[in-house]
């Protein structure tokens, strides 16, 4: 009694600040925010899409499969599902101070997450015979013409912290609770976690490869001991890929592959299928090109989570996907609407910046918060910088080499094999291409290989005279750099390197 009184009490005293709290993360405080009624018409309008997406899933699997399997899958099997319930809190978090174009191309991405998401975990519940484990960093293409559906073990490893900063530490925890090193990578344990904990889905198969490090590449023994052993297939990038030789061989890899694929698993290969989706993706590819051409231009018309965020998402785990094709239909518009009446993004853009390694999962407002504080606007990363070629879609042959380029070639591959200019180049070459102030490093510290590019890095911006941010922080652990703490290393650079204040967030 004397314990519910206090609980009473001590709720009625965080009244004024749990106000507050919904205030600024609801759409009631969007509207006092809302620069403009269709600023405001636009939010709205995606708010209620996203709501609307994630009640279509709730409905449907209350009707397909009743109430005790909904309860059980959601509340005992996959409880991570419903953070997607705050998915308009996310809304809320990366919109702040946005408008016009920009504000509804950052709607756009998390509207096209939550469709794709509902896209995926029903192929999860209705179709788990033609489920394919798949590592992060192989491509879906193929399995996606074999008529397989293709589950990213590490995919939640990204998309949760968005939702909640803390949604990976039970994860993390259990992980190194069954003996993994508490230095390693926390992406790696958020997966191994996940599985241990039994909150990925079981597959037919898995398909893996020795990319992008050890600690990735080791971690999928265990994972396919903890779901039960199914057929593992690992796809083998050579040390140095960029060859004709290194092409050949991946092919014949692939071709391995797909072998396995159609021993192991129900899918067949169809080609004309698969020349269907590299024909789709060659499109997305012209649209995201069409993209970075407008945002060479000073200040850019979009920038942050509308480039990044759906490269991530899109490229990697939609490729082809109707969605997908029309999102970045969709920017290439709101860029271009833009750039006609010369509005910049961000309002008064200063400084143009890329970012180094994977962006920053469980603090993603950081570029949000620095472009209103600093005017730094987020022009790309190295998730989605490339320079590979569209797919020739002419033979079997040629469509193999062109995804076997793609992987060999794709981020965490590239930068983290072979030598160190395959690392620093890149970074080099987007920060001329782009014509950028500053280039930002996500200095994730369970990350070893990219810890030890710092030095080199160092030394060679420092000769270019190319102001350099190594940010540390953890990938998924807040508790490693708190966001304050990351907040407060911007501020010193931007402090003793740019030489400027801060004007308040
Ligand atoms: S962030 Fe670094 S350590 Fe972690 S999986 Fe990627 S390459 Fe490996």
Redesign the pocket.
Known sequence: MKDAFATAKQIVMRLPELMANFLKNSIIGFFFEAKSFSDAFIYTKYWAFIWGNIFKFIIRLLFKRGPIVLVRELFFRYPWILKFLSATKLLRRLTRGRKGAYLESTALVIHAIAVLLVEKLEEVFYQPKRLLISEDLVPPEIAMAMGLNVWLVEGMGILLPFLDSEACLEFIDEAENAGMNPDS?S??KSAVGMVIKNQQPKGVAIVSSNM??D??MTSYSYIQQQLDAPPIYRVDVPYHFYNERAEKLFVEDLKGMIAFLEKHTPGRMDWAKLKEICEKRNYMMELELELWDMMRTSPAPLASESIWLSHLLLFYWFPGNPVSIRHYERLVELAKKNLDAKIGAVENEKYRAVLWN?PFPQFPDIFNIVERAHGITLILDSMTFNRHDPIDTSTPETMLSGLAKIIMQGP?VRH?RGPAENYLDDIFRCYKQFDLDMVWIAN?V?????QAMNGILREKCREMKIPLLILDYD?LDPRIVSHEGMLSQVDAFMENVMKERSKGK
């Open positions: 990578c992406f790696v992008p490090c600690a990735g994977p965490m983290t994730h369970g990350c070893k290989s990219g990938l």
